[in-house]
């Protein structure tokens, strides 16, 4: 039977279990549009290719199973670039797919003709464009393939027009067996390890953020749970001092050897080095990939081997060793789950503007409920990530950038469509994909923002505060606009909170009323919680 290049594309994918792919159209990539009626496939047409691929990401990271963006040749293309970067930093296994320009016009100036190949290189795992119609079909299985296996994350591959439309005969569909190296320990290293385990008095897991996922978690639970042996997940820009620690921050010191599971030695855990770290502390890393060992001479033992194995080959090694380590177990965890004396009066303070930990309080209530959380953006964001706990919790991430939370709840709800989904953040943040409320009317995937307005981009006013003093702060004011009218406008459900008993009210109506919601607080914009030893930018 004869067939398009397209009708190849769309098969494999359905194939191997993708049901969507978050999309904005372009004439590039309309066939493969086309290639999906009659099939098990849906669009989630976005408002900005950047959208599609938060999407994709938090499919990702939610599920383990790649999710996939469709976006159009040149523009669409780059636009979509800044989002891989975050999934590439929150390890999170996502394809790429974008137009090109006919593979029959190279080199000739075709319209929309760039090196879109070498544009995604710096923020994917693997790139590159389709260079024969007959195996798109291979094209998708590797790039699945390559997207989940080992450290998760972006993969590309651009499909040429020509291409798309190309009649082909139906291929029979490439297996790919395993892009996945062997993942073995040797024995000797494994002693090793365990020797210099045995040596420790406080002995302290980093996870990254695809070892702190619920999947990979499990297996590092094996290790941790009989032990005692602490471990942190490293999954906020703010590293060792990400508000969400509380104060275990402050037990980082204390560690004398760290084992890094997935994580690298990089800025989050300011490179291993003082006051983040004790000079005499040891660094045993394991990592997938030998390009993300360690250089510097810090770490005394790098292992390359996938981190959950090496988490239960460990976990049987350590079996003599069991509640060794329950005691500084103990500590670290309640370190984590203490709050500054103060926060208790915050959380029940009742002036206006409201405090952003008074807005957790309120939010808290549907978090206990199953809610998912979805927090991003300056310092109401790292309020909310400091001063609410969630089953399910979603941050911007690694990455250091803000705007993905609309889409990624957007994608949370797909995922959970059981659950409310609620995405916290800043006012600034909230522009750069507030129309995907718009894409959720259209979905039929009703989460709600809640919206921390403090009228401008308080965490770059603190830095100016900070660094250039209280007369030098210019250029980041906001306007103490009406969201909640903006997104009622788009046909979703908006409420505006000044008062904070009118909150939990307000929450409750917008999850009740079935539709993409905006809750507008006014916030007071303090600067966020700092617990750690070191004063860090803001992310
Ligand atoms: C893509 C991107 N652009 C710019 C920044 C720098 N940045 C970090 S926080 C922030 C301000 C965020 O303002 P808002 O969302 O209103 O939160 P607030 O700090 O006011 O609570 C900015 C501009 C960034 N981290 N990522
Ligand atoms: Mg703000």
Redesign the pocket.
């Known amino acids: 039977m004869t067939i398009r290049g397209a009708d190849l594309v769309v098969a494999a994918l359905a194939e191997r279990g993708v049901r969507q792919l978050f999309s904005l159209s372009g004439n590039q990539i309309l066939p493969v549009y086309d290639a999906t009626i009659g099939r098990d496939m849906r669009i989630i047409h976005t408002r900005h290719e950047a959208a599609a691929v938060h999407m994709a990401d938090a499919w990702g990271r939610l599920g383990e199973e790649p999710g996939v963006a469709l976006v159009t040749a040149g523009p669409g293309h780059l636009n979509a670039l800044?989002a891989l970067y975050g999934a590439l930093m929150a390890e999170s296994p996502v394809v790429l797919l974008s137009g090109h320009a006919p593979a029959g016009q190279a080199g000739r100036g075709a319209f929309q003709e760039m090196d879109q190949g070498g544009a995604a290189a710096p923020v994917t795992k693997a790139s590159w464009v389709a260079k024969d119609a007959l195996r798109l079909g291979e094209d998708m299985a590797l790039a699945l393939e390559l997207a989940r296996s080992g450290r998760p994350g972006p993969v590309h591959v651009s499909l040429p027009g020509d291409f798309l439309e190309a009649k082909v005969s139906e291929s029979p569909g490439a297996v790919i067996d395993g892009a996945r190296g062997s993942m073995s320990v040797a024995d000797a290293d494994l002693r090793r390890l365990r020797e210099l385990l045995e040596a420790a008095r406080h002995p302290l897991i980093l996870l990254g953020p695809a070892m702190a996922r619920p999947a990979r978690r499990a297996a590092v639970e094996r290790l941790t749970g009989p032990t005692g042996i602490p471990a942190l997940p490293m999954e906020s820009p703010r590293g060792v001092n990400d508000p969400w620690l509380h104060m275990a921050s402050n037990c980082l010191g204390r560690a004398d050897l760290v084992l890094l599971l997935g994580k690298r030695l990089d800025f989050a855990v300011r490179f291993g080095g003082a006051p983040a770290f004790s000079p005499a502390c040891r660094f045993v890393q394991v990592d997938w990939d030998a390009g993300a060992l360690d250089q510097s001479g810090r770490v005394t033992l790098g292992l390359i081997t996938d981190p959950a194995l090496l988490a239960v080959r460990l976990a049987a090694e350590a079996v003599p060793l069991a509640g060794r380590w329950r005691e500084w177990g103990a500590e670290v965890a309640a370190a984590r789950a203490a709050e500054p004396a103060e926060w208790a009066a915050l959380r029940g303070r009742s002036r206006s503007p409201m405090h952003p930990l008074r807005a957790c309080a309120e939010i808290q209530p549907l978090l206990d409920k199953g809610a998912v959380l979805v927090a991003d953006?300056?310092?109401?964001?790292q309020w909310v990530q400091a001063g609410c706990e969630a089953g399910t919790r979603m941050i911007n991430g690694l990455s250091?950038?803000?705007?993905s939370a609309i889409p990624l709840a957007l994608a949370a709800k797909l995922r959970h469509p059981d659950r409310p989904v609620i995405a916290a953040?800043?006012?600034?943040?909230?522009g750069?994909h507030a129309f995907e409320l718009d894409t959720a009317l259209r979905a039929d995937l009703p989460v709600v923002a809640v919206v921390?307005n403090?009228a401008?981009?308080?965490?770059?006013?603190?830095l100016q505060l900070q660094h250039f003093g209280a007369e030098r702060t210019v250029g980041?004011e906001?306007r103490p606009s009406r969201y909640d009218l903006m997104t009622k406008a788009l046909g979703g459900h908006g409420e505006h909170v000044e008062r904070p008993e009118d909150l939990a009210p307000a929450l409750r109506r917008a999850v009740a009323s079935g539709l993409p919601a905006c809750v507008n607080v006014v916030i007071d914009?303090v600067a966020?919680p700092t617990y750690g030893t070191a004063k860090t930018p803001?992310?």
């Open positions: 800044s953006g300056g310092e109401f964001g250091g950038s803000i705007g953040v800043g006012d600034g943040t909230f750069f921390g403090d401008r981009w308080n965490a770059e006013h603190q980041c906001l914009g966020a803001a992310h």
